[in-house]
């Protein structure tokens, strides 16, 4: 079975910086897109930014410069780092891995249990 681990969220002021974390586990042989999403109080669930297992990043256009995201690939972990922080980033982030191969298995779509992201004066 195959579970994610998000860390990092938090409260923090317009302007400043956080930097989420998402650990994947389950004797993982490889995994190819790894993303975050964010789903704000009442509204739909949203890309932020995704990377594959070559490195070529995809970037939702209102935090394109601002927000970055990376990947280990050697520890199954995928990192936003996000500056410049709004308050329309408020958000409850998740993690995803969209194709993961591991145990001889092949599965897709894997979410983690989300972390609250709060930017607020």
């Known amino acids: 079975q195959v579970q994610l681990v998000e860390s990092g969220g938090g409260l923090v002021q317009p302007g400043g910086s956080l930097r989420l974390s998402c650990a994947a586990s389950?004797?993982?042989?490889?995994?190819?897109?790894m993303g975050w999403y964010r789903q704000p109080h009442g509204k739909q669930r949203e890309l932020v930014a995704a990377i594959t297992s070559g490195g070529v990043t995809n970037y939702n256009d209102s935090v394109k410069g601002r927000f970055t995201i990376s990947r280990d690939n050697a520890k199954n972990t995928v990192y936003l780092q996000m500056n410049s922080l709004k308050p329309e980033d408020t958000a409850v982030y998740y993690c995803?891995?969209?194709?993961?191969?591991?145990?001889?298995?092949?599965?897709?779509?894997?979410w983690g249990q989300g972390t609250q992201v709060t930017v607020s004066s």
């Open positions: 995803n891995a969209a194709e993961v191969y591991y145990g001889g298995s092949r599965g897709y779509d894997y």
């Open positions: 389950g004797s993982i042989f490889s995994i190819n897109s």
